[in-house]
């Protein structure tokens, strides 16, 4: 077995996995884990969800990106310490509400009540998990996926927020599909 020294920190896994493109922002490395780190990242306009704003207009809805690079000296030798996997999370993030119970409409950096109602009747994305779709191989120093392609740490976020931003446009879809099914039904019942 070739030799390799297992990430012992957040700073260390971003570094392998590269520069990450300038959309994401706060990254945060986590203090409960060896290696894992958040990035933060806007939603697109044009999106069937609307993201909750604030007085002055920014965006307190954001996606949360988490990145867990599972240590090998953590796991009791279930994986193949070369090939080291990567939890991976996106959600849908409330800025305000990460450091705050309630909320005080009052305060400029809180989401206006108006937008925090437009952004509940929306439709909002799916949170999404990865547990074993992604793993850090050591002996080529890459991100793997289990369909054994190669990415960098940027398509890596790429790869999960677009899946991610995706759900709540098939949300959208299928929402305005059911709706037309339903109105055509109940058409032809009124109408024999």
């Given amino acids: ?44 306009s044009g999106l069937p969800f609307i993201p909750a704003k604030t007085k002055t207009g920014e965006d307190d809805s954001v996606a949360l990106i988490k990145v867990v690079y599972l ?5 009791d030798g279930k994986f193949n310490p070369l090939r ?4 991976i999370s996106v959600s849908v993030w409330s800025r305000w509400m990460a450091n705050h119970w309630g909320y005080n409409f009052d305060d400029e950096k809180c989401p206006t009540k108006e937008s ?50 995706r759900t709540a446009r098939l949300i959208a879809g299928d929402w305005v599909q059911t709706k037309k099914r339903f109105y055509c039904r109940l058409a032809r019942f009124f109408n024999g």
């Fill in 116 to 165: 925090l109602e437009l952004s509940k009747a929306s439709m909002k994305p799916l949170e999404l998990r990865s547990n074993n779709a992604f793993f850090f191989d050591h002996s080529k120093g890459k991100i793997i996926s289990t369909g054994k392609k190669e990415l960098t740490g940027s398509d890596l976020l790429n790869l999960i927020f677009e899946r991610h931003v």
């Fill in 1 to 44: 077995m070739s030799e390799y020294k297992p990430f012992e920190n957040a700073e260390e896994l971003r570094k392998a996995m590269g520069d990450f493109p300038e959309e994401y922002v706060e990254f945060t490395p986590f203090k409960d884990m060896r290696a894992g780190f958040s990035v933060k990242r806007k939603y697109p």
């Fill in 84 to 87: 080291v996997p990567l939890e």
């Fill in 71 to 75: 240590h090998p000296d953590d796991n």
